[in-house]
């Protein structure tokens, strides 16, 4: 299946405005990388053969796509497809990637960090010794444990801050008003996670917003920019890139926001589960050492934006973007939140949100199609790994599972190329499947919150925060293309990423009868 109409190549000339909202992008159209680039690419063709000898023993993976492509959607459609029971690999930046056979999940999903390590593997690619961008355990273990604990307890905040954060970014207007809809909903997330991160009124001062929603950028953009230089070069090149500056800055800055917070819980007597914000959490499951540090907290706090709001945002934007693009659904889907909360008064309860199952049913249709990442289970490998099935992983291989392709097979997804927005539900109405195929069930044919061990800890927050702000969205406004534009906006595709277009408009019109 070819990689059609779903992705596009950055616009050539223009793109100002688009680089200023999705500065990532910009890494790769100054002119001045193309020398680099060179270089660059030097040096991860000659590091390709030194890293890729992985396959059946003494064989090489076979390698598809070339080193400098953009876009690696067809190069991994074509290694699934090819490959069901062996290794290839994909010649991405820096880290090349091998992809093993999804028949092989189930052998590497809970190896511990020592022998396949994820902590390892993000650290390396994002270059977290200069950017800090990486992940710690306190933090999964306060996503994993505390926060979905919690979810029931922290609705109506939530629910405050949907009103809030919708009332001050998209308004009351009556006429068609355009927003970009990546920045806007960037913005939506970034209030109702910080709601829960930090708590009101710091969750809402635009410094602390600012940091949280920039760290990702910058962060990422200055790995990019350090990665144009050999490893050597990067403790000194740190001080001249302005992303990776930046980084400390929020870094600092944030210290000294969060700080008194901090300090004042110390020696307080929380009883565990009283407090609910991350702060707590943090503090709760950090080391003894680490309870009053206030720069490992304020860390941990970053770090846990960094995994929240930009995921849950592309995939909120995908979903809009879909709906948009089968606006059919949007009644279908009204009615269903109008069923399960008759007025907007009514407050969210677990068991209402529960009951949004054609809601549900379309954020994994859209989820299935443009996921964020085209590759998930990303792991550096740190023992030599052999498989059953006699596939041997290398010390210090970069692997990963092909989870956009996996969604696109047929065999598991009958016409897998359509946009069916309930195959969900219908996948669930048939008998014993009742708990399976939501949203955040993860599964050999469900790769896209990874799977076993690591699997993403925050997708419950993740789909409650969609489920609100969507329903919200559709019962209060009338939502269109801008600009007369008829076709969904086009993706951006790099590298195995998949960015929902971030200079796409989409409209809106107070309802005149909501709800
Ligand atoms: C729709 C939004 C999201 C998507 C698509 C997403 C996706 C993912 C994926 C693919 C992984 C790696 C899994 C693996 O390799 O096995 C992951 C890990 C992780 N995610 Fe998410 N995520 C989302 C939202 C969130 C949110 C809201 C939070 C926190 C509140 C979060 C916290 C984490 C953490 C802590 C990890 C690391 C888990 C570990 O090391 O064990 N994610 N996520």
């Known amino acids: 299946m070819e990689n059609k109409n779903i992705t596009m190549e950055l616009p050539a000339s223009g793109f100002q405005s688009f680089v200023e909202q999705a500065p990532i992008l910009s890494t790769f159209l100054r002119p001045s990388s193309i020398l680099l680039s060179v270089i660059v690419l030097f040096f991860t063709t000659s590091g390709l053969r030194k890293l890729f000898s992985g396959g059946r023993k003494g064989s090489p993976s076979e390698l598809i796509g070339r080193p400098g492509d953009r876009d690696f959607h067809n190069a991994l459609l074509e290694g699934y497809k090819k490959h069901p029971h062996s290794l290839f690999t994909i010649p991405t930046g820096h880290h090349p990637m091998t992809i093993i056979p ?90 109702l996670s910080g709601r829960i991160f930090v708590g009101h009124p710091l969750s809402r001062d635009p410094t602390w917003l600012h940091a949280t929603v920039r760290y990702t950028i910058d962060g990422f953009v200055g790995a990019e920019k350090l990665w144009m230089y050999p490893s050597i070069l990067h403790p000194i090149m740190q001080y001249f890139i302005p992303e990776v500056r930046q980084v400390h800055s929020y870094l600092s800055n944030g210290a000294k926001m969060l700080g008194p917070i901090i300090n004042d819980r110390q ?56 709906l948009l693009a089968h606006p059919e659904y949007i009644d279908i889907l009204r009615e269903e939140i109008k069923s399960v909360k008759p007025t907007d008064e009514e407050p969210w309860t677990k068991s209402k949100i529960a009951g949004l199952r054609k809601m549900d049913s379309f954020m994994k249709e859209s989820q299935r199609f443009r996921p964020p990442g085209l590759v998930t289970m990303n792991r550096q490998v740190e023992q030599p790994i052999e498989l059953k099935n006699g596939l041997v992983l290398p010390k210090g291989a970069h692997i990963g599972v092909a989870a956009g392709s996996n969604a696109l097979d047929p065999a598991l997804f009958p016409h897998p190329e359509e946009f069916d927005g309930l195959r969900f539900l219908k996948l669930r109405d048939q008998p014993g499947n009742e708990n399976m195929y939501q949203f955040v069930t993860t599964g050999p044919d469900q790769l896209h919150w990874g799977v076993g061990t690591h699997a993403c800890p925050g997708r419950f927050f993740a789909s409650y925060e969609i489920k609100m702000l969507l329903s919200k969205i559709l019962m209060d406004y009338d939502i269109k293309l801008a600009d007369g534009a008829t076709q969904r906006p086009a993706d951006i595709a790099i590298d195995i990423r998949v960015v929902p277009n971030p200079q796409a408009q989409v409209a809106f019109k107070k309802r005149e009868v909501p709800w």
Do not use: C
């Not at 650290?123 to 710690?136: D, E, H, I, M, S």
């Not at 849950?312 to 809009?320: G, N, V, W, Y």
């Open 102 to 191: 999804t028949e092989s999940l189930d052998e590497i999903k809970a190896l511990p960090e020592n022998i396949l390590s994820f902590q390892k593997q993000v650290t390396a690619r994002f270059l977290g010794k200069y950017t800090g961008l990486g992940v710690n355990d306190t933090l999964v273990h306060s996503v994993k444990v505390d926060l979905t604990k919690n979810i029931p307890r922290i609705l109506g905040e939530l629910e405050d801050e949907v009103g809030y954060s919708i009332g001050k970014h998209i308004g009351e207007s009556q006429d068609w008003t355009p927003h970009p809809l990546y920045y806007m909903l960037t913005h939506l997330v970034a209030l």
């Open 267 to 322: 020696g307080k007597q929380v009883k565990k589960g009283d407090r609910t914000d991350m702060i707590q959490w943090i503090i709760d499951n950090s080391d003894p050492k680490d309870k009053g540090n206030v720069d490992y907290v304020t860390k941990t706090q970053m770090l846990i934006s960094v995994v929240a709001i930009h995921t849950t945002t592309m995939t909120m934007s995908q979903t809009i973007f879909d």
